[in-house]
């Protein structure tokens, strides 16, 4: 007997519309994924609260309130697994470790 589970969400925010479709096109051959990406945090912040996804994909250079800033937001007021994958956040830089700080899973 298989157990059928629901689909895990995943939003991506990130401004860069080549990012985004490369990470659609990475994660589609998973049947049990279900992928949204936006560009900005503005647009990514009612989409959080209508329905939360299960992680979040997040860049640090965004229009508008920056990565860090919406990665503060976000554990405030509703923590859930982000990862923050950026060019900004190489591994051991100000801005990783700043992440991880803030609440980032990696």
């Known amino acids: 007997m298989s157990t059928s589970l629901s689909a895990l969400s995943v939003l991506v925010v990130d401004d860069s519309a080549v ?9 589609a051959p998973f049947a049990d994924l279900s992928v949204d990406a936006v560009a900005s945090a503005e647009v990514a912040r009612p989409r959080l ?7 979040v ?3 640090i250079e965004l229009p508008g309130i920056n ?4 990665l503060a937001e976000i554990m405030a007021t509703h923590p859930m697994p982000v990862i923050v994958c ?4 190489g591994r051991g830089s100000t801005n990783a470790i ?5 609440g980032a899973f990696e």
């Open 67 to 70: 990565g860090l800033a919406f």
């Open 86 to 89: 950026s060019a900004q956040a």
């Open 49 to 55: 609260l209508a329905t939360p996804p299960h992680v």
């Open 19 to 27: 990012i985004r479709t490369a990470f659609r096109d990475a994660l």
């Open 57 to 59: 994909i997040l860049d």
């Open 98 to 102: 700043r992440a991880l700080e803030l």
